[in-house]
């Protein structure tokens, strides 16, 4: 297929790398003008997406997703996709989405789980909202990229699973930690409180295979001083999207509000920022019942 390539950061870079190993002739652009073997550097965005078949951005945020849509969509063809993997706010991902049907395009919402491993390994999952034309011609680019892409619905719907997702993800790793903290100062061994929670009802993933606890369960972060992994500050992102979509939709979440404030505290006036999302560990070891 022909393929623009539109931001080629830690993901997107190992993405359209993977994609031009494939064999597919994969066109990019950079603001930052980063280059990837295998990958055709463009000049603009407008050129970079010029005659594809397909155009997958892969950006920080809905602002500079819509900036990159308005640039992208006129130099498009009629029956192209324009499939955009960056975790953006649900009303940017319609917004982008309805321009792009307006232009005779199919447009398809597809975030990502699974990090610059699974960039790196094409082993992503995508959550995918859009149109089921768009989402046949795609299947074949995310089992390259990726292990598995789940269709969720119309646009936006890829957005919604993903924060929906990732406020369970912080809550319950907020959760953990704050329960390894307690079980530390009630003389509970963490080994042994690994092998109870993560074979009883308080299982989950963060505990199971993401454990926050240095040396007990799989090796993760926590084995390598927190390193991440998945930054605490992309966890924020993540929160404050879903937080955005609550508001939006008039839904009560008032555990997501807790992890979101909690965040926010760790990563803006602590020293969260650049560790692991799985640092709330030691941070709540230091910490006391009122404080
Ligand atoms: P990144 O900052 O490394 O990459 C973004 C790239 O976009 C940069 O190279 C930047 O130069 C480029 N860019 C910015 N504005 C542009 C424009 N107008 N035109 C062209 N390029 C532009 O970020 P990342 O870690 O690759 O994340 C990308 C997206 O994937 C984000 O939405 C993020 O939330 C999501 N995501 C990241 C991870 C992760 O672990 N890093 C995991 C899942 C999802």
Redesign the pocket.
Known sequence: MNIGF????????PMAANLAAAGHAVTG????G?VIEGVTPATT?AKAATGQEVVIT????GQ?LR??ADQVIPSMQAGAVLLD????DVESARAVAEQAHNAGLSALDA??????GG?TAGTLTFMVGGDDAGFQIASELFDIMGQKAVHCGPSGNGQAAKICNNMILGATMIVTCEAFALADKLGLDRQAMFDVVSTSSGYSWSMNAYCPAPGIGPQTPADNGYT?G??AE?ML??LRLAQQAAESADADTPLGAAATALYKQFVEDEDGLGKDFSAMLPRFKTRGHDR
Do not use: E, H
């Open positions: 539109i931001g080629l950061g830690n993901m997107g870079g652009f950079d603001t930052a980063v965005a892969m950006l920080p945020n500079i900036a990159v993997c960056s975790t953006v975030p990502v789980s699974g990090g610059v960039a991440p998945f930054a992309l992102k993540d």
